[in-house]
T-cell receptor, first 117, second 112 residues
Framework: AQTVTQSQPEMSVQEAETVTLSCTYD???????LFWYKQPPSRQMILVIR??????QNATENRFSVNFQKAAKSFSLKISDSQLGDAAMYFC??????????????FGAGTILRVKS | NAGVTQTPKFRILKIGQSMTLQCTQD?????MYWYRQDPGMGLKLIYY???????DKGEVPNGYNVSRSTTEDFPLRLELAAPSQTSVYFC???????????FGPGTRLLVL
């Protein structure tokens, strides 16, 4: 079974600075998808960024980018120019590319990000 | 476009009571999911559906039931509520297997 590990329970960053959230995963599959979701205090799950394992190029979405290291099974999220609105719980998630278990998402335990003004 | 909607937002149940958590999506997605999130943890899959009339168990299905009579609706039923079912429940949908899942706002359930 696949597992996702987020080793940082909590991180802090100064407004306008850059922060990196870590995520590692374990799988024997070669094709899969990786996601970062943001969960603010409202509890809404918001997709931040998505990476297809077959793509070597790291995904970027405005101030958010990932460092995807397939051989190391590492998928970190970098947030540049941090803003107060970035404060939230961030979840790393894995999904198989094969149609098993309805392509469920496997989540890590999350990292709380605090942004200081 | 409302996306994925869930009702109620919050509910308190007594042990042994039953209730149905509602989930509706207006995006014509085939795939729908129910997850639960325990305090300080990531989400775990309870049940999923790949289309109307087709449902299957996820990681933590015990104590729950689902049905999928239409593409839009995917209700989650708790028959005999237990304190262990205190959690936040999220419904999600996606167009297909390779697509991103979109989440509803969640239902917070407290069983006392």
């Amino acid at each position: 079974a696949q597992t996702v590990t987020q080793s940082q329970p909590e991180m802090s960053v100064q407004e306008a600075e850059t922060v990196t959230l870590s995520c590692t995963y374990d799988t024997s599959e070669s094709d899969y998808y990786l996601f970062w979701y943001k969960q603010p205090p409202s509890r809404q799950m918001i997709l931040v960024i998505r990476q297809e394992a077959y793509k070597q190029q790291n995904a970027t979405e405005n101030r958010f980018s990932v460092n995807f290291q397939k051989a190391a099974k590492s998928f970190s999220l970098k947030i540049s120019d941090s803003q107060l609105g970035d404060a939230a719980m961030y979840f790393c998630a894995y999904r198989s590319a094969f149609s098993s278990d309805g392509n469920k998402l496997v989540f890590g335990a999350g990292t709380i990000l605090r942004v200081k003004s | 476009n409302a996306g994925v909607t869930q009702t109620p937002k919050f509910r308190i149940l007594k042990i042994g009571q039953s209730m149905t958590l509602q989930c509706t999506q207006d995006m014509n997605h085939n795939y729908m999911y129910w997850y639960r999130q325990d305090p300080g943890m990531g989400l775990k899959l309870i049940y999923y559906s790949v289309g109307a009339g087709i449902t299957d168990k996820g990681e933590v299905p015990n104590g729950y039931n689902v049905s999928r009579s239409t593409t839009e609706d995917f209700p989650l039923r708790l028959e005999l509520a237990a304190p262990s079912q205190t959690s936040v429940y999220f419904c999600a949908s996606s167009p297909g297997t390779a697509e991103t899942q979109y989440f509803g706002p969640g239902t917070r359930l407290l069983v006392l």
